[in-house]
């Protein structure tokens, strides 16, 4: 391996001479990669290698102290526990961690973690562990002499660790939130039944016989815990027909860890040479790890979290592809869509302009303004129009599932399209909604002026609510930013509530229930049970998203904290009246100034909605997106090729970018 760039050479016999014994020695060794930078320590760990090859004898004492060190400490916590979720629970995990970096737990010396730990100091050394290529890893390995020898390992503390690791398998496997979902796993020839019998089957076969012979024999025990393993992947990729909870969820999590460990330790009892050193590479970096980062929060959170947030965008991405448009007839459809969604939030706009000259006590006012704006959105969404800025939450999730994610990053094969008709949805359902909710509120206010005798409100408060969409004088992006943090946690919330619809079979038991038979008829209760299998979760967003909307101002009145939000719907609507109550007194730079504040409102609420969305979507199947520079380009040229695009669905198929590079070229 060839490495360029001016690097300083570490004189590696005045270090090692340095110290007396040979722990310093390793504390030495370790404490240099730590310092240097990590993008390097792959060319610091290649030229210890070549001193260590070329100096036989330092390489011997250096790699028989390390093996007699592991060799006489206990080593079964190490290989059963560093690196496998505990099984404490979610809530009682978080305050042990808490409480650890408080009060540090006592350390014992025999123990061969708190070895680990102690020549690891660092909570980032497994930073510059992760950093090493595993080639360089095992060339050290090689070096040091660990690994070397014929025929098969076994030591009293290995056969006890991989007997615990195999009880606990099956023990996890037989879980009833896995039995219920899975029923076969009862079965007698169940993979987590046989599991611990295979495993004493081989640990017994191992005592006495050759490598070869070991090896035929261990064929049998990797085949019982792959099939325990497509098992646990089969629950994971079924959740949307089965559901989940951090319960479940740290089950399966937990299981997969334990079968890779499981695995790990049972191949490095054959495998000799580069097979059993690949292992130890495999199982340092894991334990390293998970020893350094055993009192942070952080990782306990995602780990817990993972599937979970799986699982809510998920649903929320089966609703979000009917918000993307395609062809023609779909993005008109989508207009005249938006043109209803804009008629219904001008009307409930007015409504609330009505309750403001109502005068109600302060938590009265909060709970009417939250009822007023839940009933717009759930009637915007039984209707089966549409609301702008209610796409983002939903769309973010959709584009998330076409990004296939690997050890490379994500391909963006089809993402770039896709994220072009999301904007041209967003575009044409701002257009429809602007189009419909100003006039739409307009009109009711020169009506209800012309019949009531009185304007809708006063002057004063309709100039207070156009200086509230002014873009600079007043918090019109911060109030819209908080309005696109409730945009985003109403599709999650939705997302949430279908999920826990299916994990606990909520429709299919209103569906049986006897009081309900009883009452409505089978028929009726069967129907009320798919209405809320189909619609529950995006109608509980829609009622979180409408008292998050309408009751922020007054709770922040209440609170004495300046809080509001603003909404473009909203905000154009509102504007529409204070274009009738204040006709004699606008110019027309003001009229200019307001228009822009509500284009800007909207963008502040489609940008923080996306992409609150699309992290929480990437971060749930921990996508590594390294290609966003690439991605952003490919953008960038194709909006100045075809800018049309953007606005308006082409008549044809576009050219990609590839296919009109070949063109330009040919």
């Known amino acids: ?32 990669f730590r310092s240097k930078p990590r993008s390097r320590t792959n060319i610091y760990v290649e030229q210890l290698c070549e001193y260590l090859e070329a100096h036989a004898e330092q390489a011997h004492r250096l790699g028989s102290f390390i093996q007699s060190t592991v060799l006489t400490r206990n080593t079964l916590l190490l290989l059963t526990e560093s690196g496998v979720p505990g099984n404490k629970g979610f809530g009682t995990e978080l305050f042990q961690r808490i409480e650890h970096r408080l009060v540090p737990e006592l350390e014992d010396p025999e123990d061969l973690r708190t070895t680990l730990r102690t020549f690891f100091s660092s909570d980032k050394d497994y930073k510059w562990i992760n950093a ?42 037989l879980q009833p939130e896995i039995t219920h979902r899975l029923p076969h796993l009862d079965d007698p020839d169940s993979p987590f039944l046989m ?28 085949r019982i815990v792959e099939t325990c393993r497509n098992e646990v992947e089969r629950l994971r990729n079924e959740k949307g027909i089965y559901g989940t909870s951090l319960r479940l969820t740290s089950l399966s999590y937990r299981l997969l860890k334990l079968l890779h460990r499981l695995e790990c330790l049972l191949l490095m009892t054959v495998a000799n040479g580069d097979g059993f050193r690949k292992n130890l590479v495999k199982l340092f ?19 817990s979290g993972d599937l979970l947030a799986f699982q809510v965008v998920e649903h929320a991405a089966k609703k979000g592809s009917k918000y993307i448009t395609s062809g023609l007839k779909d993005y008109w459809a989508f207009f005249l869509a938006s043109l ?34 839940s009933i717009c959105f759930v009637v915007i969404y039984l209707t089966g129009t549409a609301l702008a800025t209610k796409q983002p939450a939903m769309t973010a999730n959709t584009l998330a599932r076409t990004m296939k994610g690997d050890e490379q990053g994500v391909s ?20 429809g909604n602007l189009m419909m909710a100003l006039p739409v509120a307009l009109g009711i206010s020169i009506a209800y002026r012309h019949f009531a005798g009185a304007p809708i ?164 199947r921990r996508v590594r997106f390294s290609e966003t520079r690439r991605l952003l380009w490919n953008l960038f040229v194709r909006f100045l090729r075809r800018p049309i695009d953007w606005f308006f669905p082409p008549r044809k198929k576009p050219v990609s970018l590839e296919e009109e590079d070949v063109l330009i070229e040919s």
Request: proline residues 2%.
């Open 132 to 173: 090493v290529s595993d080639g360089l890893w095992m060339r050290l390995l090689a070096s040091l002499g660990i690994g070397e020898g014929s025929g098969p390992r076994m030591s009293v503390e290995w056969a006890t660790s991989l007997r615990i690791l195999s009880h606990h398998i099956s023990s996890l496997g």
């Open 285 to 303: 970096r894991e334990v390293v790890e998970a020893e350094n980062t055993r009192n942070h929060i952080r990782p306990h959170l995602k780990e």
């Open 1 to 32: 391996m060839a490495f360029s760039g001016v690097v300083d050479e570490v004189n590696w016999a005045e270090l090692l001479s340095r110290h007396e014994t040979d722990s310093a020695r390793v504390s030495a060794l370790i404490e240099t």
């Open 412 to 431: 963006l094969s089809g993402l770039e399209d896709l994220i072009v008709r999301v904007w041209r949805s967003q575009f044409v359902s701002f257009v």
């Open 457 to 620: 409100m006063d002057e004063a408060l309709s100039l207070k609510l156009l200086n509230g969409i002014h873009p600079l004088q007043s918090g019109a992006l911060i109030y819209a930013a908080i309005a696109g943090i409730f945009l985003f946690a109403s599709g999650v919330f939705a997302g949430w509530v279908d999920n826990r619809n299916i994990y606990l079979r909520f429709p299919e038991r209103i569906a049986r229930s006897p009081l309900l038979i009883r009452l409505f008829g089978e028929k009726r209760a069967q129907g009320m049970g798919r209405f809320l299998d189909q619609k529950l979760g995006i109608l509980a967003g829609n009622v979180l998203l409408g008292f998050c909307l309408g009751s922020t101002a007054t709770i922040g009145e209440i609170l004495g904290l300046p809080l509001d939000i603003r909404h473009i719907a909203f905000s154009s609507a509102e504007f529409g009246v204070s274009l009738d109550l204040l006709s004699a007194t606008l110019t027309r730079d003001v009229v200019l100034v307001s228009a822009l504040g509500v284009f800007l409102i909207g963008f502040v609420n489609f940008l923080v909605s996306f992409g609150l969305s699309i992290t929480l979507a990437l971060e749930s």
């Open 195 to 222: 599991l611990s019998t295979e495993l004493l089957k081989y640990i017994e076969f191992i005592q006495g016989h050759s490598l070869e012979e070991c090896r035929g024999c261990l064929q049998g025990a990797v």
């Open 340 to 373: 209803g969604g804009g008629l219904i939030v001008g009307i409930f706009a007015c409504i609330k302009m009505i309750a403001k000259q109502w005068e109600m006590p302060l938590a009265v006012e909060a709970l009417a303004y939250g009822i007023n704006y």
